[in-house]
């Protein structure tokens, strides 16, 4: 089957798919991040919003806050640059996909790469809000008397359509194994896996609704807004698994593993967009609630 695809069809595609990785990761969503926190800072100083800093409140704060943002901004670059040269180089060396697939582990790699500043920029914003709980004191704490559910933050047609997608899989995977060869080790951690991932993406799903906030000061309905979108971005991910999961073992049982790299290159940028992009498309800063930071704010425990 592989044999009809135009060697260079099949490396325009795998191309225009990576370099759309390159730009959308490592370009695109790091400088909407970057402009967003710069907001912040230019918007509401710590002088005025002393809560939203636990950190000390001084020049070198201030100044290491920013520099943390230009050096953020430089190894973003600098990954897209990498991501450039891979291309360059790809082209230099008359790449060709292997027909048996394989290669699509260069794209995770790579976009494991791309995701480090980001995983690191989410380390520094738990330290934030760690720091937060740790000098957090309310006179009157307020809560929330209304119980949250999951319907509350996410339409059911969704919820069921992760469940029907996960059964799909399920069906696909089971009846593309011959059913004369006992499972495999293989066949059954890919099982074990993909059903551990649902459990896991449910269990943060419950732990968003009915566990405590994680910022202190947080204004109530910023905090059903960020559930909201914690929510619904488990959810997606969920379906995009069991899609590309299901896509993939049919280009498998098709003989179309060729195309096995621009398909993960394609998912790894949805999972970017329903989750980064979900965020930063949602929780918009201007809605925000920064009244809560002041010092005179009122706590407020949901």
């Known amino acids: 089957m592989t044999a009809s695809f135009s060697t260079w069809a099949v490396l325009a595609v795998f191309y225009a798919v990576f370099l759309s990785q390159i730009v959308l990761i490592s370009i695109y969503y790091p ?170 993406f449910a269990w943060a799903i419950a732990r968003a609704i009915g566990g405590k906030k994680p910022n202190p000061h947080q204004a109530h309905a910023d905090r059903l807004k960020q559930i909201e979108v914690v929510t619904k971005s488990l959810i997606f991910g969920s379906i995009m698994v069991s899609f590309f999961l299901i896509v993939t073992q049919l280009a498998d049982q098709h003989d179309w593993e060729i195309f096995d790299p621009p398909l993960t290159s394609l998912y790894l940028q949805l999972a970017a967009v329903f989750g980064i992009g979900l965020t930063l498309r949602s929780i918009k800063v201007d809605e925000v609630d920064f009244e809560v930071y002041k010092e005179k704010a009122q706590e407020q425990m949901a």
């Open 31 to 200: 400088a909407k991040v970057r402009r967003r926190v710069l907001h912040i800072l230019d918007h509401y100083p710590p002088d005025q919003y002393p809560k939203l800093y636990p950190d000390p409140l001084d020049i070198y704060a201030e100044l290491a806050r920013r520099t943390r943002l230009r050096t953020y901004r430089f190894v973003n670059l600098a990954i897209a640059a990498l991501g450039l040269m891979v291309l360059a180089a790809m082209l230099v060396t008359a790449y060709r996909p292997d027909p048996k697939g394989g290669d699509e582990i260069l794209v995770v790699i790579y976009f494991f790469v791309q995701m480090a500043p980001l995983i690191y920029a989410e380390v520094k914003e738990f330290n934030q809000y760690r720091l937060m709980r740790a000098a957090y004191s309310a006179p009157l704490r307020q809560a929330d008397l209304k119980p949250r559910r999951l319907f509350d933050f996410v339409s059911p047609v969704y919820v069921f359509a992760a469940v029907v997608m996960y059964v799909v899989w399920m069906a696909t995977y089971l009846f593309g194994l011959d059913p004369a060869s006992p499972w495999s080790a293989e066949v059954v951690l890919s099982m074990i896996g993909v059903t551990a991932m649902n459990v896991l």
